[in-house]
């Protein structure tokens, strides 16, 4: 099972080649013309999936983009650019180091997209990894993503993972029926922000019921928010990590933000059910 990219010159290409409960490895090989090389890539392992989130946000920006957006795997053996050329290509610059053990050696090529294939290559790389996501937001280097969510009676459980080029971790929001926090669930949050886009006063705060996660939204006044996050890592050991980290997030995203992360908590099952249930 695997997956080409490229409509013209480079080809690269994504091989499934191992995949379980916790993670699935990928054979990645680049074809530049005069060279080839290839090396291993892995998702999952106690992070989520980010390479199809990754296409997926370069399809919803399908028109074009400012300058570079950039994803790299977390053990840095792949590095994407993307950039729009404004007449419906996306030139990817591709950096693949062969072998983990010997980061002196890299090689770098080139691959031509047509925009208007990033839907479907977002969807088949979904394929190629089967592990759940459902979103990513984050303008630059630095990402949220978002798993599918995992359902109780009273509570929706879903895992986030931060990710940049030097820090990442993971934790999970819970999203409870009978304690809504005071920044609303978190589509409620973003909905505000984006009700406010023209700017605001200070920072906006929202942390979920379970005291894993807060967020600081702050707007710049022209474009973009800053999201400061801050992540309690649960785990085996009596001592309490914290991941600290940030990233942006266009404002002409942030209703299409709120209203996947509506659909990712929704709960048709709790309307009704009491003083704090969902909000219509």
């Known amino acids: 099972m695997e997956v080409t990219l490229g409509t013209e010159g480079g080809k690269l290409r994504f091989e499934q080649v191992e995949t379980n409960s916790e993670f699935t490895r990928l054979l990645v090989r680049l ?13 999952g392992g106690g992070m989520r999936p980010t390479l199809a989130p990754f296409f997926e946000e370069l399809a919803r920006n399908w028109l074009g983009w400012p300058g ?3 994803w790299e795997d977390i053990d840095h053996h792949l590095k994407l650019r993307a950039k729009h050329d404004g007449t419906g290509r996306v030139l990817m610059t591709v950096s693949l180091r062969p072998n983990f053990r010997e980061f ?5 090529g080139g691959i031509v997209l047509d925009a208007g294939q990033l839907d479907a290559i977002a969807a088949a790389l ?7 996501q459902e979103l990513l937001i984050g303008a630059g280097t630095a990402k949220l993503i978002f798993a599918s969510p995992t359902l109780e009676d009273d509570t929706t459980v879903v895992g986030v993972t931060y990710l940049n080029g030097t820090a990442s971790g993971a934790t999970s929001i819970w999203d409870e029926l009978y304690c809504i926090p005071p920044g609303g669930r978190p589509h409620e949050f ?26 600081h939204a702050s707007n710049d006044g022209i474009s973009r928010v ?7 890592l649960r785990g085996d050991s ?15 995203q942030l209703s299409h933000i709120a209203d996947r992360l509506e659909k990712l908590f929704d709960r048709p099952d709790w309307v009704n059910l009491g ?3 969902k909000r219509s």
């Not at 002196?104 to 770098?108: A, F, G």
Request: aromatic residues 10%; charged residues 30%; glycine residues 12%.
């Open 31 to 43: 074809d530049d013309g005069g060279f080839s090389g290839s090396t291993d890539i892995c998702e």
């Open 238 to 252: 009596p001592v309490e990590l914290k991941l600290s980290g940030g990233l942006y997030v266009e404002l002409g």
């Open 126 to 132: 979904r394929k190629l990894l089967p592990q759940g």
């Open 226 to 232: 800053t999201l400061a996050v801050e992540f309690l």
């Open 190 to 215: 973003f909905r505000a922000l984006a009700d406010d886009w023209r700017g605001w006063e200070g920072e906006r705060v929202w942390r979920d019921a379970s005291g894993n996660s807060v967020w």
């Open 275 to 277: 003083p704090n249930a």
């Open 104 to 108: 002196d050696r890299e090689l770098r």
């Open 68 to 70: 570079v957006l950039e």
